[in-house]
């Protein structure tokens, strides 16, 4: 009797910790809608880790998982960090400028619509999708809350044959 009770509780434990990695530090999402194209595309599966989000331990450049208020709806969204708090977000002319610098645009497709100068504010962070064109994000609905980040996505895993780290 004791040996099955040990098997048992060691099996909760591992069923635990293993909880633990797939749904605290790392979780699975589905990418729906077409603002993250070409990098992301509706129906890739993304590993995303609450961890590194929650930490703020994510920079410009690197893709996040958010919550933002739309229509009095709250909406889980994937999108591009452009800018980080005092950071100047500058768009002209179809090009985006952060403290009087060119974003790359290896990763961006479609044309930047708008004309936009502003400053991060404190605790804030701006957010674009990659397919300019499509996407709805900070040059719509302002600077995101860095409290409303809730992950980093770390990895493409599917479809397979597109795996990429982040």
Excluded: W
């Excluded at 994937?78 to 974003?103: H, L, Q, T, Y």
């Amino acid at each position: 009797m004791a040996k099955v009770l040990k098997i048992l509780i060691r099996t909760v434990l591992q069923a635990a910790m293993i909880f633990a990695v797939l749904y605290v530090f790392v979780f699975p999402v589905s990418i729906r809608g077409t603002s993250m194209q070409s990098t992301l595309y509706d129906g890739d599966r993304v590993v995303a880790s609450r961890f590194l989000g929650r930490l703020g331990l994510y920079k410009a450049g690197d893709i996040i998982i958010f919550s933002e208020r739309v229509n009095d709806e709250n909406r889980n969204m994937v999108k591009r960090v452009i800018a980080v708090e005092d950071d100047k977000v500058v768009i002209r002319s179809g090009k985006v400028f952060v403290n009087d610098k060119p974003v790359n645009d290896e990763y961006i497709s479609g044309y930047t619509k708008g004309n936009l100068s502003i400053t991060v504010p404190k605790g804030c962070i701006f957010v674009m999708g990659d397919n300019r064109e499509a996407s709805f994000d900070s040059r719509q609905y302002g600077s995101v809350e860095k409290r409303n980040v809730h992950a980093k996505v770390i990895a493409r895993v599917y479809p397979f044959d597109r795996f990429k780290l982040y």
